[in-house]
């Protein structure tokens, strides 16, 4: 996997050779945003399945199992890590008569197939929510939704790559995502490679932008969607909707169905991860608040529906009102 700390100065790739490496990676942010890490730990699955030395079933389901449970574990927001899991133990339970090592070789076709339909289902999201942005736009994204935050071509980044392939002239906004500059490094990277237009500011700068009438539409990923439409995503999403809403510019979603919680009614009910306060209080290394102060670092916040314009997913886009939409999305087959 790219070493997305690095970029955009350097270019590296970290090898995971076992699944406390992915986990590792994950927590660190190695590798980070909600399909890339879900894609990430059904790899680590079928790494920590590989390892596993017995013949006997039983004994290596409850193996596997402990595996699971720690993979799951590594980041607690984005429901797509337990998602991909849940379909990687859902698989050994359908090859009940297997033996290991055809159970061991299923796991790794299954991590794989996850992978390639993560590029696929990008690729359908984009197709339906370019439909959103008229050409000429200004479109003002938070965090990275790109290809980097999935398996290739992105959700966010997807509709506005698909928006450019239709030869629509699509400029972008990104705001750089403090802590950890999702914004400034990744989703600037991305798009410059890509040859659109991108403009990063600082996250306090989204009022005044908005304020003077440059933003004609918000679009970003997320980590979580609660049955009711609520939205989890980074931290700093919920300001940048507000604002929207008040400056009557369209707020949009973009995420595949994986990310999609229906077990939870609402956003209230979603975990929000505490990161390290060191990321805070420090930049590159370097002390930037007064030592021993008390910092805090919500990595997500979660968006009420109410301020949510659609919600493009790959099986099409929804608008409010979003509970029974959403359950449709799950019907369809
Ligand atoms: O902490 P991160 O970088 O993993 O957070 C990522 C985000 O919040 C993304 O916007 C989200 O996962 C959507 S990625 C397609």
Not at 22 to 41: H, M, N, S
Not at 51 to 58: A, E, L, M, P, Q
Not at 168 to 187: H, M, N, S, W, Y
Request: hydrophobic share 45%; with cysteine; charged share 25%.
């Amino acid at each position: 996997m790219i070493d997305q700390r690095k970029l955009p100065c350097r270019k590296t790739y970290v090898v995971c050779k076992n699944y406390p490496a992915v986990i590792r990676a994950i927590r660190d942010l190695v590798i980070r945003g909600a399909p890339a890490i879900g894609v990430a730990a059904a790899m680590g699955v079928a790494l920590g399945a590989l390892k596993i030395r017995t013949r006997n079933r039983d004994r290596f389901e409850a193996k596997l199992d402990a595996v699971c449970q720690e993979i799951v574990a590594a980041r607690p927001t984005a429901v797509n890590l337990r998602w991909a899991v849940e379909r990687m133990k859902q698989v050994v339970t359908l090859n009940g008569d297997d033996t290991v090592e055809k159970l061991q070789s299923i796991l790794v076709a299954e991590a794989k197939k996850i992978l390639a339909e993560d590029i696929f289902i990008n690729r359908a999201i984009g197709r339906y929510g370019q439909r959103l942005l008229k050409d000429g736009s200004c479109v003002l994204t938070h965090c990275n939704a790109g290809a980097l935050a999935t398996a290739g071509y992105g959700t966010a980044l997807g509709v506005v790559r698909a928006a450019a392939e239709a030869g629509k002239r699509i400029e972008v906004i990104a705001d750089e995502t403090r802590p950890f500059l999702q914004g400034a490094r990744l989703t600037a990277w991305e798009l410059m490679e890509a040859d659109i237009p991108v403009t990063v500011i600082t996250d306090n700068a989204a009022g005044y932008i908005m304020q003077q009438g440059k933003v004609d539409a918000v679009i970003v990923g997320a980590d979580r969607i609660a049955a009711n439409g609520d939205v989890a995503n980074k931290i700093g999403t919920y300001m940048v909707a507000v604002l929207a809403k008040t400056h009557q510019v369209p707020f949009f979603v973009a995420a595949p169905l994986s990310t999609i919680d229906l077990s939870i009614i609402t956003g209230k009910e979603i975990p929000i991860e505490q990161r390290d306060e060191k990321e805070v209080t420090h930049f590159q290394g370097k002390q930037t608040v007064p030592h021993g102060v008390v910092a805090q670092n919500p990595a997500f916040d979660v968006t009420p529906h109410r301020y949510v314009s659609a919600i493009v997913t790959e099986k099409g886009i929804i608008t409010p009102p979003f509970k029974a939409k959403i359950r449709g999305l799950f019907a369809s087959g």
